[in-house]
């Protein structure tokens, strides 16, 4: 029973996501196959995301070992706050010294992708807009009022949000660019895609292993199904 009800919760955490933000999310459309992707992916989350993220529950070898990387390369390219190996993705920053800066302690990313879903985190890195309001001068459409700064904002560039009147309440149109950043708008949804699909390998390592067996186990089952039916009129034959 203790289960049931903790699946239920976390079934209903990307809901209460969208309560709190815009409505609409964009579609990820992960290949999660594609290993280039996820060493793309890697390397946006150690160079953007790693100083104040951790991902405690992932180890550099088993990433390594799963995006078809050597060590010696994840050491050279992706290691920044450890040299061993085997250490998990954790942070140099005080959790006392982020609360003082930020407000909030940033949370750790190895889950974050099932707890809220890859379409709400693709939507979200690609939704910061310019606000003066806010402490770090921006906000987010999915997210409102977000304590983080927007950290790719030189990829991207900057832009700002369009919002609408509808029913006494203020609704988001669009995005309309200010100043261009370093990529196109193509490429940045690309690099966010990226990304996503890297926080969604990190919050189930084993799931394209799975995946790749399921295929397998799908079809043991449709022979084992023909031989089934074909074992099952040899019994019956004299029957009917």
């Known amino acids: 029973m203790k289960k049931l009800i903790v699946a239920s919760i976390l079934a209903l955490v990307p809901l209460f996501a969208l309560a709190s933000g815009s409505g609409h999310l964009d579609d990820a ?74 407000g909030v302690t940033p949370p750790d990313l190895s889950v974050i992708a099932r707890a809220r879903g890859v379409d709400w985190i693709y939507t979200y890195l690609r939704s910061f807009y310019l606000d003066e309001s806010r402490p770090f001068g921006v906000n987010n459409v999915v997210f409102p009022d977000v304590g983080m700064p927007h950290v790719m ?13 509808h029913d006494g309440q203020k609704v988001f149109e669009k995005f309309e660019q200010v100043t261009p950043g370093s990529l196109s708008p193509s ?15 990190v919050g189930e390592p084993i799931q394209m292993e799975r995946k790749r067996l399921g295929i397998w186990v799908l079809l043991f089952i449709a022979v084992f199904f023909v031989l089934a039916y074909l074992l099952k009129k040899e019994y019956w034959k004299d029957v009917h």
């Open 29 to 102: 459309d992960l290949d999660m196959g594609d290993q280039a992707s996820l060493q793309r992916g890697a390397k946006y989350f150690v160079n953007y995301c790693l100083s104040c993220h951790s991902a405690k529950y992932q180890r550099y070898n088993r990433t390594a070992r799963d995006l078809g990387l050597s060590e010696d390369e994840v050491k050279e390219n992706l290691m920044f706050t450890t040299d061993k190996i085997g250490e998990t993705m954790t942070i140099a920053m005080d959790p006392e010294n982020a609360n003082s800066w930020f």
């Open 153 to 165: 904002w030189q990829l991207q560039g900057t832009q700002k949000a369009v919002f609408t009147e």
């Open 187 to 201: 490429e940045f949804d690309a690099a966010m895609r990226d990304l996503t699909a890297f926080l969604s390998y």
